[in-house]
């Protein structure tokens, strides 16, 4: 970590003032294209205007000094640092998903997305002038992550748009824009030659990457001296955010094993013919919906979460917020049992005389924990059935018996994932079921 | 006759390359059936299937970078000794010393990308439907694929032996202590004993079987180099064969029905 503000500045002075100039080009190009097309002479002046804004920007980057440098006013990152946490951050992605989803053909055309785009270049390059902030995204490992957002950026907007398109086209009662060009073409050349130009130009990414980056080495190994924190791999962070809310064997085991059988499961659960082998949404909206919760909201940002914003003792810090180990949370998350029978009932937990024998033992803690028994056996034993007959009655007819449980009891682990954390967020509810004797908490 | 054509006329050209080069329509349909590595194409193909608007490109560039890594991992493979005297030191040589060391970034840097790109291959694939029959099985491999390389990455990852990777590999292989009845930490494993010994303990579990003892230790760093160099490639090779050969069989690259 930088902790000299002026030294940091000069060293990613010269980063951040070729940053700029590459946005700037980049909107100058976009100028141009436009300004090819006939009647886009307007659009080509504003990203012509952004282009010389991003290169008067360049320069002050490039100096160094932090009166200069253009970043974001310390007043904002402290308020940004101090009103972010899991909950500011789960709700406010989700709900930015919805409305992408729900204006998404405002958001897709051309204009919306190029400004969105710079936008959020503009953002990275101002909070990259935060020591903090480049430290952690800067670090090597990391460096994949930040591609991964704009690359999934740049390819659902043009999923999206596509989608969109088709689905109007639909309403008019035109074919999917894929069917236009059925017309067959030789794989030699007009494939081949694709091929030939990606490997060319994937070689040459690879080895600038290499170049420009270098593979991370840190100490030795050593069994005694834990990092804090101790990460996993950036693509299982997901995972290890879980663990936040369930136990290992539930957010280690048990759900990634339920991620792969039920990505298994798609095509045979998916009944819906439409929508096979173009681009639409209006045609599969529940498909659609699902996947897209699954993979953006409880993968992809969980990742991001995981990566850039737990720190030490897997403490959540701000995006500016220097990582203290010492920072401390604290955190008196309360049991679904201790609720109901020291909360509600006002009693003492049952629990068995010590000595008692196994099975007594037993007894007792089932006691202890019905309440949470009969939650979760309500939620994957009674919900299947009553969403058969209410919300999914269409589903279970087309789909029959097999085919619907599998689908229903696989969205039941899915949901369980947010359920748990708004019901930690909102009660402190740590386990509803707890067995710690057995190792079984859920 | 010029150089070219005396080469192109020579009977070993002729022995490689079975048909003049491929400048007319004729010798272009040749070329793709009689050549190994282009035989894997149609000879045809519509010309959306093609539209790297529609595709993308991502299965391709996920294949290329499995290539990338098996060239660049080979090579690796000579410099690098997976044991706790030598493993850090060779990685540092590779970093310091030695003159093809970038071999090393090439690889690391490949291997996040492939990750990314079998993520962005499946939700093209997704987004388009492209699953839907006659292709659910093709679908099935892929995930299994999407499996194996996160394994692939997973493995790779702790062979520089320094301490992201102990402790990552740490972390991620911690969570089989917690398996359902087969980790010793894992729900009802307690259940499992056999004349009032238990069977699960923290020798005999499925961390066990994955790190090969307690901790991540040398048995972990050879179990690790020999799934990572040898088990699983070869898994990831013939499932791409199959996943290869299904994308012709079943129907060819997707587009509208």
Known sequence: MHTNVAEFLEDISGFLGSYYLTLGIMNALAALYLWKQRGKGALALLWLVV????????????????????????????????????????VGTTAILVILYLFRAFFVRPVVAWSILNLSLLYMGLSMADPEFAAIVTKPDNVPIVALVFLLGFFTWLATSKAVENDRRAEEGLPPQEKEDNEKVLVWPDLVYTELICMLALTAILLLWGIGLKAPLEEPASSVKTPNPSKA???????QEMLVYFDPWYAGVVLPSLIVVGLMAVPYID??????????????????????????????????????????NWNFFGPYEIWDTHKVLALNNVDLSQYFWEGLLGRGMPKASPGAPTFTALGYILLRELPGI????????????????????????????VRYMVLANLLLFMASLPIKMVLRWSFNLKYIVSVPEYFLNF | MDLGDTIRNSQIWKSIFRHPMPVDRRNRIVVMLTNFFLHL??????????????????????FFLFL????????????????????????????????????????RWGAHGMVITVWLHMYRVFLTGSYKPPREFNWVVGVILLLLTLLLSFTGYLLPWDQLAIWAITVGAGMARATPLLGYEGPGAQLLQLGGIPMITNASDARFGLLGARFVGEET?????????????????????????????DGGISGPL
């Open chain 1, 51 to 90: 282009g010389m804004v991003y290169v008067i920007l360049s320069p002050l980057a490039m100096s160094g000094s932090a009166a200069a440098v253009p970043q974001l006013p310390e007043g904002l990152r402290n308020f940004i640092d101090a009103n972010t946490g899991p909950v500011i951050y789960s």
């Open chain 1, 233 to 239: 791999p950036w693509y299982f962070l997901g995972l």
């Open chain 2, 41 to 62: 194409h149609p000879v045809s193909i519509k010309k959306q299937g093609i539209a790297l608007s529609y595709t993308w490109c991502m299965g391709g560039v996920t």
């Open chain 2, 68 to 107: 990338a890594e098996t060239v660049t991992g080979v090579l690796l493979m000579f410099y690098y000794r997976p044991t706790l005297e030598w493993a850090y030191q060779d990685i540092l040589a590779l970093r310091d010393v030695t003159t093809l060391g970038i071999l090393r970034e090439l690889h």
């Open chain 1, 374 to 401: 009969l939650v979760l056996g309500m939620y994957f034993l009674l919900l299947p059935p009553l969403m058969a007959t209410t919300i999914f009655r269409g589903f279970f007819v087309k789909m029959g018996f």
């Open chain 1, 271 to 312: 009944f819906n013919r439409k929508g096979n082998g173009y681009y639409t949404i209006s045609e599969r909206p529940f498909s659609y919906l699902m996947f897209q919760f699954g993979f953006l909201e409880l993968w992809i940002t969980l990742i991001i979460l995981g990566t850039f914003l737990r720190g030490p």
């Open chain 2, 221 to 249: 760093l050879n179990r690790f180099y020999i799934l990572h160099c040898i088990a699983i490639p070869l898994a990831v090779a013939l499932l791409i064969a199959i996943h290869f050969w299904r994308v012709r069989k």
